[in-house]
């Protein structure tokens, strides 16, 4: 056999691995062969060399409600052909992160599949029986150009001004020449060559296209020195045998289409449709980076945003719907998807508007009983973990407290993390005060006090912001030289400790007539 695995691939499988994964390559070369495309299979192929970040997401997207929308299935295959550059952890935080984003693939390397295994590094097989096809049929050679020669043609090509291709050398070796580097183990890669008269295809987003790939290239590389394949052999071999429909990606993939057609015509292959996605990129128009921390999925988990609200940011920003507007969640994005919409503009996002999707999203989910639950949960945990010995009364720690306080604070706040900071922190622990700084607001604390306390039991455990609106302002006209501006400046001080914040009908009516009570008791004795 002319082409083997390389000895590390073969190493981190066992025997009984090794026989499972061929017969589900074998199998889905038996089920491919059989079958036409006649079902919507959309696939996610990321590179586990690094972890998810906005870019990916939206991709991935988009083909899930592109699979969703016509009733076909959403994949998600890694690419870890370049085994050197992959990154630990970043294959699972991936589907993590899909999962997270509501996104789940229907087949994964985690879910399982009738056309895995989902995992590049353990379809090599499959890479080598099509790249021994393509050499068997002239379309693809052996090369035995040094990466010393490959670095001088670089260097010879930008010294001259021109850009850098591969020279096709190896394409004119005679068998016999062939044959002699092999017997004596020269190391070698496999190229493909490329032919002119491309066929134009029509991209789903970008129209005609065309691009004669062999006029401004050299042959490219389809099997690597190491026996693993290149993106251009492994995502075609993939996507045929994995019986993809519809190809969605970025745009930055476009000019290598053309190449890629030509390999499926060469292997005999229906292509699938080809639809390359405009790319997304920051408000400004540059591009986003991985360099920026800010766009790793994960961190965006980390600072509580919901992935509904990151869903329809990307979306939003973009094209491909029926209707633009804020809050839709992913029934609704299904419905409003409509891919001849998409326009070939980059889409530009701009995350300063992140907290008022997120705060859209989390009312919504404050509005939803189940949704509600889980998000006390997460509260719940937040409290314990910000406050810790601090709490007096574990009453706020209840369910029904916590709901109350979600039900009054939706829309006034962009994350659930926010009602654990310092403006918030009343709700949970009891303020301190000072007689100095009682004094300094007014001379008759224990009188207002005790028309609050009076007030309090006047309506009873059902407290009204609306009617303690209302009361409040009658009892300020009760005190004698204490204006309304500074009883409500010593109420609000009583409730929070704080000069800032919401109403105080709001604050008392969050907290519950016993807590109220408990805290101007406090007052009375100052």
Not at 35 to 45: G, I, K, S, W
Not at 322 to 334: A, C, P, V
Not at 451 to 478: C, W, Y
Request: proline share 5%; net charge positive; aromatic share 8%.
């Amino acid at each position: 056999m002319l082409l083997t695995l390389p000895q590390r691939g073969v190493q981190c499988l066992t025997a009984v691995r090794k026989t499972w994964i061929k017969l589900q390559l074998n199998a889905a070369v038996r089920r491919c062969c059989s079958t036409a495309h006649d079902e919507v299979r959309v696939r996610f192929a990321p590179s586990p060399t690094g972890f998810l970040h906005l870019g990916g997401l939206r991709t991935a997207l988009y083909n899930y409600i592109f699979a969703k929308k016509f009733g076909g299935s959403f994949i998600l295959r890694l690419e870890d052909t370049d085994q050197s550059r992959l990154v630990p952890g970043a294959a699972e935080s991936i589907e993590d992160m899909l999962e997270w984003a509501g996104i789940p693939p229907d087949e994964s390397p985690r879910r399982g599949g009738s056309v895995g295994p989902y995992l590049q590094s353990q379809r090599l097989d499959l890479y080598r029986q099509t790249a021994q096809r393509l050499l068997d049929g002239g379309h693809a050679y052996y090369c035995f150009c040094s990466p010393q020669r490959l670095e001088l043609l670089k260097k010879e090509a930008l010294r001259s001004g021109q850009t850098p291709r591969y020279d096709n050398r190896c394409r004119h070796l005679k068998a016999q020449q062939v044959q002699e580097k092999l017997d004596q183990g020269v190391p070698h890669v496999i190229r493909f060559r490329l032919e002119e008269g491309v066929e134009p295809f029509q991209d789903m987003i970008f129209g005609r296209n065309h691009h004669e790939v062999a006029q401004v290239e050299g042959d490219p590389v389809v099997i690597k020195a190491d026996g693993f394949p290149t993106y251009h052999l492994a995502n075609i071999v993939d996507d045929h045998y994995m019986r993809i429909s519809h190809v969605l990606r970025g745009s930055e993939w476009l000019i290598s289409t053309s190449k890629h057609l030509l390999m499926y015509r060469a292997l005999g292959w229906k292509p699938p449709t080809f639809g390359h996605l405009p790319l997304l990129m920051n408000k400004d128009g540059s591009k986003l980076s991985k360099r920026q921390g800010d766009i790793f999925i994960q961190n965006f988990q980390r600072d509580g945003v919901l992935p509904e609200a990151l869903l329809d940011i990307t979306t939003n920003c973009g094209s491909g719907f029926n209707t633009n507007q804020m809050g839709r969640r992913m029934d609704e994005l299904i419905a409003e998807f409509n891919p001849s919409k998409i326009t070939t503009h980059s889409a530009l996002v701009d995350l300063e508007k992140l907290p008022e999707f997120n705060k859209i999203h989390l009312q919504q989910r404050i509005e939803d009983d189940k949704q509600c639950s889980l998000l006390i949960k997460d509260l719940q945990g937040q409290i314990q973990q910000t406050f810790a010995e601090e709490i007096q009364d574990k009453e706020v720690l209840q369910e029904d407290y916590i709901r109350r306080v979600l039900h009054f604070r939706k829309g006034h706040i962009s994350f659930l993390k926010e009602l654990v900071n310092p403006t918030h922190s009343y709700l949970w622990v009891r303020p301190s005060l000072s007689s100095q700084q009682v004094a300094a607001l007014t001379a008759e604390a224990q009188h207002i006090a005790s028309l609050v306390l009076k007030l309090i039991s006047e309506q009873g455990k059902q407290l009204s912001v609306d009617r303690l609106s209302k009361d409040l302002k009658t009892l300020a006209k009760q005190t004698k030289t204490t204006k309304y501006r500074e009883v409500m400046k010593l109420l609000r001080l009583a409730l929070s400790g704080l000069q800032q914040g919401p109403s105080v009908a709001e604050m008392m009516v969050s907290l519950g007539p016993a807590e109220v009570s408990h805290r101007f008791q406090k007052l009375l004795l100052l």
